[in-house]
């Protein structure tokens, strides 16, 4: 199982990059003591046979290994604090993966550095958008979308450009 919940992010957002999503949106929901995690992509999605399949770690579709553990692992994370974990998917429509954590849990991990994960997805695939969400109680909710990033530049400078990372660190590490 990875350390932090950060990783799981990592890992289901580059799934999605890998199921060809144009647009990835990454979601943080706190209320009280639960912590919602909610991934969602415009991705090539997965027939319901394969999202009943997802959850086996003995599943996947890279044909590079013959196991996949990102998945399982990450509705393992969530349901060993009392969460829950859902994936809705449906060809050509996407996938989205929630899962819920309880906060109280001794067994709820550290949400880890979450604006490094964000700044390495766009590193890894720039011509993809991310949308990241964060909403917490007696805070105002926070969005960082890299369109408006995009439109910022004016199409001149690439997401990926070492300056345009160490400035999406800076924004995102305030709120992510």
Not at 35 to 44: H, S
Not at 146 to 164: F, I, N
Not at 165 to 176: D, F, P, T
């Amino acid at each position: 199982m990875l350390p932090e919940l950060s990783l799981h992010v990592l890992d289901i957002a580059m799934n999605s990059v890998r199921a060809g999503a144009k647009l990835v949106t990454i979601e943080l929901e706190e209320d009280g003591a639960l912590l919602t995690i909610r991934i969602r992509d415009d991705g090539c999605g997965m027939t319901q046979e394969q999202v009943r399949a997802v959850t086996d770690p003995f599943f996947t579709t890279r044909k590079t290994r013959k196991v996949g553990l990102g998945v399982p692992f990450f509705k393992m994370a969530a349901e060993l604090t009392g969460g829950r974990f859902s994936i809705r998917s449906a060809p050509g429509r996407g996938t989205e993966t929630e899962a819920v954590f309880d906060r109280s849990s001794i067994d709820c991990m550290p949400l880890g550095d979450l604006a490094e994960t964000l700044v390495t997805l766009v590193q890894g695939a720039p011509d993809i958008d991310f949308v990241y969400r964060h909403t917490a109680p007696g805070r105002a909710p926070y969005e960082f979308d890299t369109r408006q990033v995009r439109e910022a530049l004016g199409g001149d400078v690439p997401l990926s450009d070492p300056a345009v990372l160490v400035w999406m660190r800076q924004e995102l590490e305030g709120e992510a």
